[in-house]
């Protein structure tokens, strides 16, 4: 029983000196948060953000990527009461990658998504926001597992009609 596990453990223990990048793998600089106004009164209008971190070397796919095969970056958005409008993405860039034969859609550095939200006039207390953002990581070398970052806020709202 012993040789088995004396093995597995030489098997890791080659893999390590004979591939040390992979213990070392680099993981996804991407970080996303919602932007919310802390408070709203019933019957107004205002924006909310989706911001969206990618750190030096990383890029994501564009809401719409250049090829179908492609992981499109995607935010939902649902509210406990009132509308939230379409999401609006920003405008993407083509940038060349020594892995692809023409240049791809993509987001780096900072971006943000942004929608409208709309409070009933008939609400009060609070309204919850929560959605996820959606993306496929890749640095110049490699694209890592699609991964969602959830998104949540708390929206206190108070009487009165008016726009904000």
Not at 73 to 83: C, D, N, Y
Not at 142 to 162: D, E, M, V, Y
Request: aromatic share 8%; hydrophobic share 40%.
């Amino acid at each position: 029983m012993k040789r088995p596990t004396i093995a597995i453990l030489f098997g890791f223990a080659a893999t390590a000196l004979l591939f040390p990048s992979l213990l070392n793998a680099e993981k996804p600089d991407v970080r996303g948060s919602l932007l919310t106004p802390t408070s709203l009164v019933a019957g107004s209008k205002s924006s909310l953000i989706v911001e969206m971190t990618l750190g030096t070397g990383w890029h994501v796919n564009s809401h719409i990527p250049s090829e179908k095969y492609l992981i499109p970056t995607v935010v939902t958005l649902a509210a406990s009461a009132g509308e939230l409008s379409p999401i609006q993405y920003p405008k993407d860039i083509e940038k060349r990658f020594s892995f692809a034969d023409k240049p791809l859609r993509v987001y780096e550095g900072t971006v943000r998504f942004e929608t409208s939200f709309q409070v009933p006039a008939s609400a009060s207390g609070e309204v919850s926001i929560t959605g996820n953002l959606s993306y496929q990581a890749c640095n110049d070398q490699q694209c890592f597992a699609p991964s969602k970052i959830p998104l949540a806020a708390k929206l206190t709202l108070s009487a009165g009609n008016g726009v904000h």
